[in-house]
């Protein structure tokens, strides 16, 4: 069964900060992965697309990383703000069609206190 | 949000009512998806649609209906027979990689 598993499920971290989000995911067969942020209320908008040949990507202050070989990716963000209190959602896609071709995560909710 | 709007924003159902959220795409996607999410889980698939007139069941299906009559739009009706509606609503187009709405809170009074 396809799965992605995501921690913490919260954070607290102070403004300026640093921090790393981790994703577990045990998807067959691989496509690509993304992190989405979500604001609350609000739909997931995307941050980040690896395929397999990817190590790092970067999109501003959001950097992340994948291991194809142990299945697990992060989610670093650099010198943390307000606005980047949200949720972090890290999403699978499998190479299968249809329906069962994206796998989700439960998030992680980050709130960066001033 | 992009090109995809979801109305209303927030609902109110009393139990035993149908509703119908709205989902409306200028994105120009052959494929419309319906999410559910709730606090301390991942979004689950409802419905989705790969073509108009065309859509299948997503992995929770029991108790939503929907259609796809136009290609711009993906309407979703929560019936009755859904015992525990009070959630999240997103809907999404994918072309390469999947785009949001900006959702619908429904609430059961």
């Known amino acids: 069964k396809n799965q992605v598993e995501q921690s913490p499920q919260s954070l607290i971290i102070l403004e300026g900060k640093n921090c790393t989000l981790q994703?577990?995911?045990?998807?067959?067969?691989?496509?690509?992965l993304r992190w989405y942020k979500q604001d609350t209320g609000r739909g997931p908008v995307s941050l980040t697309i690896?395929?397999?040949?990817?190590n790092t990507k970067s999109n501003g202050r959001y950097t992340a990383t994948l291991d194809a070989d142990t299945k697990q990716s992060s989610l670093h963000i650099t010198a943390s703000q307000l606005s980047d209190s949200a949720s972090y959602i890290c999403?699978?896609?499998?190479?299968?069609?249809?329906?069962?071709?994206?796998?989700f995560g439960s998030g992680t909710r980050l709130q960066v206190q001033p | 949000d992009g090109g995809i709007t979801q109305s209303p924003k927030y609902l109110f159902r009393k139990e035993g009512q149908n509703v119908t959220l709205s989902c409306e795409q200028n994105?120009?996607?052959?494929?419309m998806y319906w999410y559910r999410q709730d606090p301390g889980q991942g979004l689950r698939l409802i419905y989705y649609s790969q073509i108009v007139n065309d859509f299948q069941k997503g992995d929770i299906a029991e108790g939503y209906s929907v259609s796809r009559e136009k290609k711009e739009s993906f309407p979703l009706t929560v019936t009755s027979a859904q015992k525990n509606p009070t959630a999240f609503y997103l809907c999404a187009t994918k072309y390469n990689e999947q785009f949001f709405g900006p959702g619908t809170r429904l609430t059961v009074l």
């Open positions: 994105l120009n996607h052959d494929a």
């Open positions: 999403v699978v896609s499998s190479l299968d069609t249809g329906r069962r071709a994206l796998t």
């Open positions: 690896m395929t397999f040949s990817e």
């Open positions: 994703c577990n995911y045990t998807v067959s067969p691989f496509s690509n």
